[in-house]
């Protein structure tokens, strides 16, 4: 046996012979196991192209109608408050303008929308903060939230929160978490009526995400088995918190803004708000965190 293994050579003493053919074999479970795990791993998550936007609604029951009606229409619409405080609504993900403004053409034609707009891709929706406002509830919040406390900032925050605005334009995790701060405030429904537990808190994150150039997947549990896993105390802006009762059973997420707060849409239909990561209710029910950025 160790006559066929090894090989003496005068130059470099004894050698391994198999190599040649241990190499080639090493680099094919390479290739079928780690490789594929790891894109496994960003199963989902891809560039957004280019969006149709529509609408200047000043009610948001006039823009959730509206989303809906897109919706029914088998379109992945949502609704965003802009800085002039209306609402609008987006959908789509075309790899050229042409494609998109044809999408849209064809809507005009049909009657469903009177005119659009564009938006590129990498578009940076929203670029100044938001004050927030940390809403803390009681133990069943995400079914039946309430109570709202309003903290006083102090100065070393707000420095902090301009600085991450300043770095946003170079920070996609800044831009994250300041858009989904743009959301707080704004009573959630996506899907309708029909939508089902669960859904309209990744629905959400799902449109912060796309409002800032990313699409990532569409439930809870698979946007937790794509992204890089973040350990709670390396938290930062715009990384996906989850929550549930194992990584089996998730039933809410969330978007991390800083200072252990993080933005959520509590239950369909009702205000986006920031919360507290270690309020008892979710600090107990925390399962990982994800980075896409």
Not at 100 to 111: F, M, T
Not at 169 to 185: H, L, N
Not at 259 to 282: L, Q
Request: aromatic share 10%; glycine share 8%; with cysteine.
């Amino acid at each position: 046996m160790c006559k066929n293994f090894f090989t003496h050579s005068t130059t470099s003493g004894y050698y391994l012979k198999p190599m040649r053919r241990i190499l080639p074999i090493t680099l094919l479970l390479i290739l079928m196991f780690v490789l594929p795990s790891l894109a496994a791993r960003q199963s989902g998550i891809s560039r957004l192209g280019y969006a149709i936007q529509m609408g200047a609604f000043a009610d948001v029951k006039n823009a959730e109608r509206f989303t809906t009606r897109l919706q029914s229409k088998g379109l992945d619409a949502f609704y965003f408050r802009k800085d002039n405080g209306v609402y609008a609504v987006r959908f789509g993900d075309f790899p050229s303008k042409n494609k998109a403004r044809a999408q849209a053409d064809k809507l005009v034609a049909d009657r469903l929308i009177d005119s659009y707009y564009i938006a590129p891709p990498n578009e940076v929706v929203f670029s100044r903060p938001r004050e927030t406002v940390i809403q803390k509830s009681p133990p069943e919040e995400i079914r039946t939230p309430r109570e709202t406390l309003r903290p006083v900032v102090p100065k070393e925050s707000a420095a902090r929160t301009t600085s991450n605005t300043a770095k946003g334009e170079k920070d996609m995790g800044a831009i994250a978490a300041r858009t989904a701060e743009r959301f707080v405030g704004i009573p959630y429904r996506w899907g309708g009526e029909n939508v089902v537990d669960g859904m309209d808190c990744s629905g959400f994150v799902r449109a912060v995400y796309n409002l800032c150039g990313l699409s990532i997947p569409r439930t809870s549990r698979d946007q937790y088995k794509a992204g890089e896993s973040v350990a709670k105390g390396e938290l930062q802006d715009g990384d996906l918190i989850f929550f549930g009762s194992s990584e089996s059973s998730i039933n809410h997420v969330g978007i991390y803004v800083g200072n252990g707060r993080f933005v959520h849409a509590p239950r369909r239909g009702e205000e986006i708000r920031v919360t507290s990561v270690d309020e008892s209710y979710f600090e107990k029910r925390f399962i990982g965190a994800r980075r896409y950025f």
